[in-house]
């Protein structure tokens, strides 16, 4: 046998299809010819370009897990090699394809009505329609039962009052998919951001995901036609459901941000000397290499392994909160011993470490903290939910 791949340690990749390896390196050549030239200004403006949306919609990357309107049809897994070939260059850009495909689009394919999803699903794929998803509120977070934003019925009409925060992609929106309470439970609505009283407000000041748009929305009675409620789904079911698909995709993508800092911090020290030798002879610098691999090649196995469940159907959310869980921790801790490797290079922009070190503390709190999928590991090993 022959000596092992550095960027493939234990050939993760050789378990993969043809077919499987076509979307990888599909997305790869985007990520290198488009993505990563121009991924620190986009981080250092705070926004990406407004034609970025078609670009992906064009390589069938939004939405693209999901069959008919438009979308790719592809396998769980190809959809989440394109999640960890997105996260290598920026967890925001990840961050845009799941927002848009596995909630906004997921929520409509999942529980829209026919008119819904032939309303939004074959522009969103196309990336012609921007999708958002608003669950949290300033107040509810990790408690989103707790939400205040409501929706009354009058006459056959729904209005709707109340805000949303931290809502990834908010001002780029067409479409919000928008959760809220009402007399029977939480329940979603499809609302066009350019419905009267539907106001979108960007959020500044981030230190982390800079390469993504975060905003706070603001509904003042938004006036909604009766059809535009999901008709089925009520309680917490609908948004967790969507929830549940994102994270899946964070699994792979994780693993995509821990490969590529360990990536940089092995290439750079082997070309960086000090005291008369490449940094990457001496004996701590190999330990932080070794304990880089081993975190990286493991966060890919454990997305793959996911992937494989998830295409046989047998994935459980428990499993993806393991997976979300084990695969962002170790990335962030993957991407901190990178920046110690780069030195004082490490804490710029012009090297990736540091930028996917603060996308990851986002990364690690976002679609539920590290703390409510421990909670969550924890209540499906004794049986006893600690969440309240
Ligand atoms: P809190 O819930 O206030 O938690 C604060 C701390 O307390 C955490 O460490 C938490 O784990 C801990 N904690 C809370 N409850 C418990 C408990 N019972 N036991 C132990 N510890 C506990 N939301 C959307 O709806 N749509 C989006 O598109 C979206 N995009 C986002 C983009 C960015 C950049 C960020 C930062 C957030 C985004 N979010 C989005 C919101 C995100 O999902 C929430 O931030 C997250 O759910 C945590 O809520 P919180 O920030 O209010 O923290």
């Known amino acids: ?79 989440g090699l394109a999640c960890r070939e997105l996260e290598a260059v920026d967890s925001g850009l990840r961050s845009f394809v799941s927002v848009q495909g596995s909630l906004a689009m997921f929520a409509i394919h999942r529980w829209g009505s026919e008119e819904q999803k032939q309303a939004w699903l074959p522009r969103m794929a196309a990336g012609e329609a921007i999708g958002c998803f608003g669950l949290t509120e300033a107040d509810a977070g990790s408690d989103p039962g707790s939400m205040r934003t409501r929706a009354r019925r009058d006459g056959t009409d729904w209005v709707l009052d109340g805000s949303k925060m931290w809502i990834t992609n908010g001002t780029l929106a067409d479409v919000a998919v928008v959760w809220a309470q009402t007399e029977e439970g939480i329940r979603g609505f499809v609302v066009p951001t350019d419905t ?22 603001v509904l003042t009675g938004v006036r909604l036609p009766a059809d535009a409620v999901f008709p089925e789904v009520v309680g917490l079911r609908g948004p967790l459901s969507c929830l549940n698909e994102a994270r899946y995709g964070i699994v792979w993508g994780a693993a995509g941000a821990a490969r590529a800092c360990y990536q940089a911090a092995l290439e750079y020290s082997l070309s960086r000397e000090q005291f008369g030798k490449p940094i990457a002879a001496f004996q701590l610098t190999q330990r932080k290499l070794a304990d880089m691999l081993v975190a990286a090649d493991r966060a890919a ?45 490490g804490i710029t922009v012009e090297y990736s470490v540091m930028r996917h070190a603060a996308n990851l503390e986002t990364v690690l709190t976002y679609e539920g903290t590290e703390e409510m999928h421990a909670l969550s590991l924890g209540a499906a090993v004794t049986g006893i939910p600690a969440f309240r």
């Open 196 to 217: 009267p009283g539907f106001t979108a407000n960007e959020v500044h000041g981030k230190l982390s995901l800079r390469a993504s748009v975060t905003a706070e929305l």
């Open 1 to 79: 046998s022959t000596t092992p791949d550095p960027r493939d340690f234990l050939d993760v990749d050789g378990q993969l299809t043809d077919e499987e390896r076509d979307v990888r390196d599909l997305v790869r050549r985007f990520a290198a010819d488009r993505l990563t030239p121009n991924v620190a200004q986009w981080y250092e403006d705070g926004s990406l370009p407004a034609g970025l949306a078609k670009e992906l919609g064009a390589l069938g990357l939004l939405g693209m897990h999901l069959t008919g309107y438009g979308c790719a049809g592809s396998s769980a897994t190809a959809y």
């Open 301 to 345: 196995l454990v997305a793959l392994h996911l992937g494989r469940l998830k295409d046989s159907g047998n994935l459980h959310h428990t499993q993806v909160s393991f997976g979300k869980l084990a695969n962002v921790s170790e990335a962030l801790t993957v991407a901190r011993t990178a920046r110690s490797v780069l030195g004082a290079n």
